[in-house]
């Protein structure tokens, strides 16, 4: 019976102890910061970010065998206010007339520096189901925030996979390996697998910054001949014609004297020469004044369309 109180007496005095402690936990369960979402939680948005190979987006300066190969540069435009670390620039190369499994002589200039360096051909890694080849510019870089900044590149050939002339693409991609966290503004691993944000979603967003495009390159043998330039034809004047007026004769007046009597007579007045300003004149003379007008036209308009074509 003693027992039966003694056990009792103790279940609540241990409840009492621990009903403090447990209104203690609610308390600081109630007090915790909310759970932060992963980056890139709620999908990727595009930074405001460009590149171009301006140099070899058409068809570029030619690379003549042997030779040093004409400077060009990747330029990359950052518009975000926040700095693009880390970029990495990465090439594939393929041609439309063969295998590529010579590596050409790649060298590149990073931002601000004077000094190129040599992209190693042993790093070249061949793509068996494409016949093609890719490399990866070695050094990383950084754009900063609203500003532009250029990667110098200079294409070179040893040795001629194919006789006279090879043509070959240049695919790149360049940017960071990691996504901007638009929480915390730091960079973050990219999360696999990821999608793009909702239109309007802000947080718990990550940013994607980077560019892609194509060059295309050519390598001679020897240097090739230039194709003159054609030639604007130059235009013909047109002629203009002048009418020039013949004066008339002027009649004239013959006197004669009498002893008892004076008579004045006039002579009749003569017809205006054929060739002077007869009643066909002034027709024949509007008519010249619109062929020098017509002229003039003419000229004007060669002139303006050949300002157009210069």
Not at 42 to 58: H, I, K, L, M, R
Not at 92 to 100: G, L, P, Q
Not at 255 to 277: D, I, S, Y
């Amino acid at each position: 019976m003693r027992s039966n109180r003694v056990l009792a007496a103790s279940a609540v005095l241990t409840a009492a102890f621990l009903a403090p402690l447990a209104v203690g936990a609610g308390s600081a369960a109630a007090l915790a910061p909310a759970a932060v979402p992963a980056p890139c939680a709620n999908g990727v948005v595009t930074g405001s970010f460009t590149a171009a190979w301006p140099e070899y987006e058409d068809v570029g300066a030619p690379v003549v065998l042997g030779r040093t190969g004409p400077e060009s540069a990747l330029v990359f435009t950052n518009d975000d206010a926040r700095d693009v670390q880390g970029i990495v620039v990465d090439f594939m190369v393929e041609s439309i007339h063969f295998n590529v499994d010579t590596p050409l002589d790649v060298e590149y200039k990073l931002p601000g520096s004077s000094t190129w360096k040599a992209v190693d051909p042993a790093t070249w890694t061949a793509e068996a189901a494409s016949g093609s080849m890719r490399f990866v510019i070695p050094d990383t870089f950084t754009v900063p925030g609203r500003s532009t900044t250029e990667l110098g590149l200079r294409i070179s050939a040893k040795t001629m996979a194919f006789p006279g002339m090879a043509g070959y693409h240049f695919w790149w991609g360049a940017g960071p390996e990691k996504f901007l966290d638009n929480d915390t503004d730091t960079w973050v691993d990219r999360p696999s697998p990821w999608h793009s944000a909702e239109p309007g979603q802000t947080a718990g967003t990550c940013t994607d910054f980077g560019g892609s495009g194509l060059g295309h390159i050519t390598v001679f043998e020897t240097e090739p001949t230039p194709t003159p330039s054609p030639v604007e034809p130059t235009p013909t004047p047109t002629p203009t014609v002048t009418v020039t007026a013949t004066a008339t004769a002027t009649p004239t007046v013959t006197a004669t004297a009498t002893a008892t009597r004076t008579t004045v007579q006039a002579a009749p007045a003569p017809e205006l020469a054929e060739t002077g300003g007869g009643g066909g004149a002034l027709p024949l003379a509007l008519g010249g004044g619109a062929v020098i007008v017509v002229g003039a036209g003419i000229l004007f308009a060669l002139r303006r369309r050949g300002g157009d074509h210069s």
